[in-house]
């Protein structure tokens, strides 16, 4: 593997997961861009690795999430976050083999990259030693969200003048660096960053996946509105967020409206907590956490589920606001979702954690079945029929277990860790305290699991010895009682067919 990755000076590859859908949709669009970049006679190589076919992902990939895309220049390596588009995988590709700043030469080539990127940033600033076009290359080697084009021409220079400038897809206004931060000899790196930071999002508007994945990129702290575009009664308060959104720059809080029957805030950020139609509207605040030691601590989240419309006015989101900046609001939870039961035919929907309050404080055995609930993953669907079936018949007082479920789509606790394993993982979580014990249900072949193989692994792991004889018992009880029903029910009908003779 490594010779191979030695192999190209310039390579792309895509990591995958074979029961992911989302590599499934994309997959084709890696392939149309290796064929264009190869037509074109680009100096780039394309690969594909399926990470549930290998022991180890190669060293210098980090890989949190299906599809990941690096490009590799020269051995070093590059996260691409742009859209899942061929014209961004290339314009990418274009950038980072031009030092990140792309060199145009008219205004029609500045419109091309506006037209066609939902952020730019141009500098036109002639001197290479000037602290602000130096402040803006440093900038380029790190936000992987923004095409940055530089343009010298007097043409340019007489449109756009000596500055930095910002162009969004979302606003037809532009904003110059000098005149919303100040003077050019202020300029550093942490300065255009904040600039970009605070012009590039649309105060309470509905923002595309790549504008979100910048706001963590920034870490900004961001209010939320999550509503149903389809209900009036919610739909009525987005000119309050929009306004308010206005409002909230100069305390730094980035307001954001997501509709709950589209994508409820990206991928990013449905890992992190789960809403149900219950909850709407429901304001949150993600605030990022500075002082975290832990890295899988990314922020607080703060959240009013089913507001009221008392709750939903300036004055009171301005103050809830005051009181998370100065400290007087407890949050809800780390980055994770909320300790809320949710149930599906018997079985336990699993949300952050809160297999610990099952464990530890209720004093039940958990089986987990850590999943990918899609037509990708059909083993994933015949674990869950079984455990459906086993919630029937453990109803025993002192045989206590929890069946449930996760979808790792949705969100991924931190005690799981899915590092090289491909769902379906089954987890079961013993109530031996004070720590858990974790056993592992293995098999070569998923499809073959049944339920006499999962019933044989409870009671072997929780010795549970007169499980199979309690359950015989009853059995036997049961088709007892069904026999004596139905002797009743033939004689019944001899009763009859001898009144009938009779006649």
């Known amino acids: 593997m490594k010779e191979e990755l030695k192999k190209y000076e310039t390579l792309y590859i895509l990591f995958y997961a074979p029961w992911c859908h989302y590599c499934h949709y994309f997959i084709p669009i890696f392939v149309n861009a290796s064929k264009y970049a190869e037509e074109k006679n680009m100096s780039v190589k394309f690969a594909r690795l399926d990470v549930s076919s290998i022991e180890h992902v190669p060293e210098g990939f980090k890989i949190e999430r299906y599809p990941t895309v690096y490009l590799q220049i020269k051995e070093e390596k590059y996260l691409y976050k742009g859209e899942h588009t061929q014209e961004a995988i290339l314009r990418y590709l274009n950038r980072k083999l031009n030092d990140d700043v792309y060199e145009v030469k008219t205004l029609e080539e500045i419109d091309e990259f506006v037209k066609n990127s939902s952020l730019v940033l141009l500098s036109t600033l002639r001197h290479e030693e000037v602290i602000l076009h130096q402040s803006f290359l440093n900038f380029s080697k790190t936000a992987l969200n923004i095409e940055f084009i530089k343009c010298f021409t007097e043409e340019c220079v007489k449109k756009y003048r000596l500055d930095i400038v910002l162009f969004k897809k979302f606003d037809e206004k532009i904003n110059f660096y000098t005149l919303e931060v100040g003077y050019i000899a202020n300029a550093n790196m942490d300065s255009v960053k904040e ?12 923002l595309n996946d790549t504008q979100i994945e910048m706001m963590f990129d920034y870490r900004r702290k961001m209010l ?32 954001v409206i997501s509709d709950i029957k589209g994508n409820p805030v990206a991928e990013r950020m449905e890992q992190s907590f789960i809403i149900v139609p219950e909850d709407l509207p429901m304001l949150l605040v993600y ?5 975290s030691t832990d890295d899988n601590i990314m922020a607080y989240i703060y959240s009013i589920r089913g507001a009221k419309e008392e709750q939903l006015t300036k004055e009171y989101i301005n103050e809830y606001i005051d009181k998370i900046n100065d400290g007087k609001i407890r949050y809800d939870l780390f980055s994770e979702p909320p300790l809320k039961d949710y149930n599906r035919d018997g079985l336990k929907y699993v949300i952050g954690r809160t297999f610990d309050k099952d464990v530890i404080d209720e004093k039940n055995n958990v089986l987990l079945n850590v999943m990918e609930e899609n037509m990708y993953c059909p083993e994933c669907l015949t674990i869950m029929d079984i455990m459906k079936n086993l919630t029937k018949k453990y109803t025993v007082e002192d045989k206590k277990i929890v069946f449930a479920y996760i979808d790792v789509r949705k969100n991924q606790p931190r005690d799981i860790n899915l590092e090289n394993e491909v769902p379906p993982l089954v987890l079961l979580y013993t109530n031996n305290m004070p720590e858990k014990k974790v056993i592992k249900l293995t098999h070569t072949n998923w499809t073959l699991i049944n339920e006499e193989y999962v019933e044989n692994f409870l009671a072997e792991n929780l010795n549970w010895e007169n499980i199979k004889k309690v359950d015989e018992n009853k059995e036997k009880n049961n088709q007892k009682e069904e026999a004596k029903k139905e002797n009743i029910k033939e004689g019944k009908n001899d009763n009859k067919k001898d009144a009938q003779t009779d006649l």
């Open 195 to 206: 600039f970009v930071a605070t012009y590039s999002i649309e105060a309470g508007g509905i």
């Open 224 to 255: 939320f509105y999550f509503r149903n575009s389809e209900d009036k009664e919610q739909t009525k308060y987005d000119k309050l967020i929009q306004e308010l959104g206005k409002d909230f720059r100069k305390k730094n809080v980035y307001t």
């Open 287 to 291: 605030s990022i956490n500075p002082n």
